[in-house]
């Protein structure tokens, strides 16, 4: 037993001494150097991260495994869930801007026509291009693959501008709205010049290049209570009417009449006014539109002021104040001398006349009742400062039927009356 338990003692002193070697070997930072063998000394001389590599061959596959799923782990587990709740935050964007990007998208003739608008704007009225960054965040939302962009697509594809109920033609017309320029002839004049006309391009195929001013009587709020000079020179009124003869002021807009039906004639020159509109943009001229809606801060004068400026005829709509349904007419200019004689009527007044002819002769042929020879001369602001072919028309009076079928019938002869002013007999 003896001998058996010294040789068991001597193997397992051999065994000790042997693993504490190995031991000193592997996790020892400097082993002795006794015990590296001329391999571990050829790695000691490499350099360190060569020594983790080549020294523990079985060791490599877990440090190349962890860096790959480091790899994988940081675009899934960081970034791509920190994206994901800005994609369901989007969706409640887009709930919010399509109802008010509806509106003023519409507003806007095309997205394509946005730079050239906001190139010929009032800086001062930089509302609309506000608007547009709105409008372009859009893109945003289209890329969004939800059912939604589809919606927005056709919002950008409609244009129609909601000033005018019949958008009808619309689609096809650029707008653009106009500076007021102080240095403009007889613009000193002027007392209310706050709002801006819209000039409509016509984007027929056979547009003419002629702007007609479609000026829609009366619609200036508190304007009765402004005065403006008769006459340029300051000389006085030679006929009588809503100005008594021989004032030098007139009132710069007066309020104008109303039917029997309640209707106020501002309303109904505005609805022909539109009517008329839509007709010349088809036909291809573009149109000054003076008044749009109920109210337009533009006296007479600037009214005046503008379609010299802008258009190349000036027609101003109206029915008169007697209750006869006397018929259609057109103010011309008074046989007066001295009128006639005074600057800008002196240069302008046969162009005056002659284009009341005209429309008087278009719409005698769409049929409309005529009120005696269809001219009643009358001295008015718009004619005293008007350097373009200019008319004011009294469509009837506060008897006429005013309804949509008979100012459409009525638009149509005055559209008849512009070419016939334009082209003459032989054409259109
Ligand atoms: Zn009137």
Known sequence: MKRKVLIASIVFSFCMLTACNLSQGIFDENPIPTKISDKDKDIKES???DLVVTSMPTEPIEPTEMSEITNI??????????ETPEVTEIPKITEIIEPTV??????????????????ILNPTEMVEPTEIP??????????IPTPEPTETTEVTGTPEPTVSPEPTFTEYITKEKLIWGDDWKYADYSKIHTDTPILYYSNSKNRKNIVVAVNAGHGTSGGGKVKTLCHPDGSSKVTG????????????????????DGTSEAAANLSIAIILKDMLLEDGYDVLMIRESADVQLD???????????????????YDSTETDK?????????????????????????????????????????????????????????????????????????????????RKVAEGLLAGINLFFFGESEE
């Open 47 to 49: 350099d360190d991260s």
């Open 73 to 82: 782990l940081e675009p899934t587990g960081i970034i791509e869930p920190t």
């Open 102 to 119: 509806m509106h003023e998208v519409t507003e806007i003739p095309g997205p394509t026509e946005i730079p050239g608008i906001t190139e």
């Open 134 to 143: 709105e409008t372009t965040d859009m893109p945003k939302v289209t890329e």
């Open 241 to 260: 009417g809503s100005t008594a003869k021989g004032s030098t002021y007139a009132t710069a807009v007066s309020s104008g009449t109303s039917f029997f």
């Open 300 to 318: 007479n004068i600037a009214r005046t002021v503008y379609s010299n400026q802008y258009a190349d005829c000036h027609i101003a709509l109206h």
């Open 327 to 407: 018929g259609f007419f057109y103010i011309g200019v008074p046989n007066v001398s001295s009128y006639r004689a005074m600057e800008p009527v002196a240069s302008h007044w046969k162009q005056h006349n002659a284009l009341g002819e005209a429309l008087l002769a278009g719409v005698r042929e769409a049929g409309i009742k005529i009120c005696g020879n269809g001219n009643i001369p009358l001295d008015l602001t718009q004619t005293s400062y008007s350097t373009i072919p200019s008319i004011d028309v009294e469509i009837g009076d506060r008897k006429s039927d005013h309804s949509e079928a008979k100012q």
